[in-house]
């Protein structure tokens, strides 16, 4: 009897051990899925394929890991980081951008080379950022189709119509994609996702900007520091925000600078022949200034206006100066050319970030004009060329 207690007993406690330890095993488990986010691939275009993971940091894109694919496409990859963050995996020329939820692990899949068919399980923040950018990439890929169809009609007679076609259809695409972001927005509001949304452009266009969506950019701002504290991404989002609402004052400010009897800031530029140009040499002279762009859908609006105005001014002392806000030196001077625009030319082609910009006040709101007196002073500002002609009227010549 002793001998069976004995045995009794030391089956129980190797029992109690081998549950101990169990346990352990499954909480130790629990843990690391926990700080860690998986990323199934099921890429059957790119079998034995390398691919590259990189995180998607604030101010840079770090490579961190090379994996391979098998023969069916098969991979997986493990993110160690207890934070969410952004990643993007590089497989052959295309990029597969991935949120990282600690505790997930989601699945990516995909038959095509092109990888537009991509479908994501398992992680609901990830599937709704690729259905974002299926879409978006839709509309993309017709923008793009558009560049190059404009781009080889340059030497057409009826370049002007075809240019004034794209750039109407550019105009119902920008519209198309803006809502399309902001219904993504609105409605992954928690998510990293969002950051990568409110930086989306159209071209050379931000699709979201301060001035005109500020509640928007406030509100994601507020969700994500509620969410995910003081992550990375969020908190550069929260410092950027407030850089850009202090800039934002600051164009405020530059409006009531710029209130008629104001002096007119000066303006140095080279024209579209490469000569000097600068706004403070027109002293003595009524002066239009003239802000608009070659890719605005609707610039050719006030054409007949403009010519209006340079004919019947014109032998006044009187100077029209249009200034663009283009990037591209063929589209601007094709639109010279073909709008047939015989008055001062410049540009500086550093949309969208031209100083012009917030020097007039003008962000994105074309076109926009000011009438500048013979002193040098602002008379107005105005939205269209007919209300410029009209307060010409009013004037003594």
């Known amino acids: 009897m002793t001998r069976k207690r004995i045995q009794l007993k ?5 029992g109690t051990i081998v549950t101990l330890l169990l346990l352990n095993g499954c909480k130790s488990k629990d843990n690391t899925s926990n700080n860690t986010f998986g990323i199934d691939l099921f890429l059957s275009a790119y079998p034995n394929e390398q691919l590259i993971v990189n995180e998607v940091q604030p101010q840079a894109i770090v490579p961190i890991d090379t994996v391979f694919t098998e023969a069916s496409g098969k991979a997986f990859i493990k993110i160690d980081s207890q934070e969410p963050g952004i990643y993007m995996i590089s497989v052959g020329q295309k990029r597969i951008i991935v949120l990282s939820v600690p505790g997930e692990t989601a699945v990516f899949k995909s038959v095509k080379k092109d990888i537009t068919d991509m479908v994501v399980e398992n ?9 974002y950018y299926t879409s978006f990439e839709v509309l993309r890929k017709e923008v793009d189709t558009l560049s190059v169809c404009l781009d080889r009609s340059k030497n057409r007679t009826d370049y002007p119509a075809i240019r004034d076609s794209v750039g109407l259809r550019y105009a119902d695409i920008f519209n198309e994609q803006q809502i399309l972001t902001i219904n ?9 996702g969002a950051l990568i949304a409110l930086n989306q452009k159209s071209g050379p266009r931000s699709l979201l900007t301060i001035p005109e969506h500020l509640s928007l950019f406030i509100e994601i701002d507020s969700n994500l520091r509620n969410h995910l504290g003081n992550n990375k991404h969020v908190a550069y989002l929260h410092k950027n925000l407030r850089e850009k609402i202090a800039r934002l004052k600051e164009t405020n400010t530059a409006q009531s600078r710029l209130q ?13 022949e490469d000569e000097n140009f600068k706004l403070s040499s027109l002293k003595g002279k009524v002066v239009v200034l003239h802000f608009w762009a070659s890719w605005l859908a609707n610039y050719r609006r006030d054409i007949n206006t403009l010519h209006q105005i340079a004919n019947r001014y014109g ?22 050319k073909s709008d047939v625009m015989q008055w001062t030319q410049v540009c500086d082609l550093l949309y969208p970030s031209s100083p012009l910009q917030t020097l007039y006040a003008v962000g994105d709101n074309l076109p926009t004009y000011y009438i500048i007196d013979r002193n040098g002073l602002i008379q107005g500002r105005y939205d269209t060329a007919a209300d410029v002609l009209k307060q010409l009227e009013n004037m003594k010549w």
């Open 10 to 14: 030391f089956h129980l406690f190797a």
């Open 123 to 131: 992680s609901l923040q990830n599937a709704n950022l690729q259905q």
């Open 184 to 192: 993504y927005l609105k409605s992954n509001l928690n998510s990293l």
């Open 260 to 272: 008629p009897g104001n002096q007119a800031p000066d303006i140095i530029m080279t024209g579209h």
């Open 315 to 336: 032998k006044y002392d009187f100077d029209m100066v249009s200034i663009s806000l283009d990037n591209k030196r063929f589209q601007w001077m094709q639109a010279i």
